[in-house]
């Protein structure tokens, strides 16, 4: 909100989006602002309270990676959370499950919506931003805020990444 000053009608990407409400970055911003956008999990049961509660977002039921139409192995925790393309990270949430999930890149997710700009993205996809993050051309769709979970395992990568392509930190 203190970014943006309140702007209304803007265009978010939330990747790794989950819950509809609890814990989302974009619902302040849909419910009371007006934005719309894209929310893609690789959980394909969150959808139906998108399309209950959140109708100004397209929920898109796919992994985030490198590439599109393959599959990833995804271990889930019961309770979803710490859920992650890496076993050992979900372990430590409980005992998770395997289920094997189709990829898509966010160049793709975003062709297909249509988007030409973003103004915010939020990315929470449990060690997997590096991947999710070389199949998305940040030049093209030129997000003007970005928060995005970096535990430490990835975090020079995503430094990195965003260094690379002109971007400072403002918070952490």
Not at 1 to 10: S, Y
Not at 35 to 48: P, Q, T, V, Y
Not at 82 to 110: D, I, W, Y
Not at 158 to 165: A, E, G, K, R
Request: with cysteine; net charge negative.
């Amino acid at each position: 909100r203190d970014f943006f000053q309140d702007k209304r009608g803007g265009v978010f990407l939330d990747v790794g989006a989950s819950h509809y409400r609890d814990g989302s970055n974009t619902y302040y911003l849909e419910e009371t602002l007006g934005w719309s956008g894209i929310a893609i999990d690789a959980l394909a049961e969150f959808e139906a309270d998108y399309k209950i509660h959140r109708p100004r977002t397209r929920f898109v039921a796919l992994f985030a990676s490198d590439v599109a139409g393959s599959k990833v192995d995804l271990f889930v925790p019961a309770n979803n959370l710490g859920t992650s393309s890496s076993r050992e990270f979900a372990e430590g949430f409980g005992s998770p499950k395997k289920r094997e999930v189709p990829t898509t890149t966010l160049n793709v997710v975003l062709e297909q919506a249509g988007v030409q700009k973003l103004d915010f993205m939020s990315m929470d996809i449990e060690l997997s931003e590096p991947k999710a993050l070389a199949g998305f051309d940040i030049r093209r769709f030129a997000p003007t805020l970005v928060c995005i979970e970096a535990h430490h395992q990835v975090r020079q990568q995503i430094l990195d990444y965003f260094t690379l392509n002109g971007y400072t930190v403002v918070g952490k």
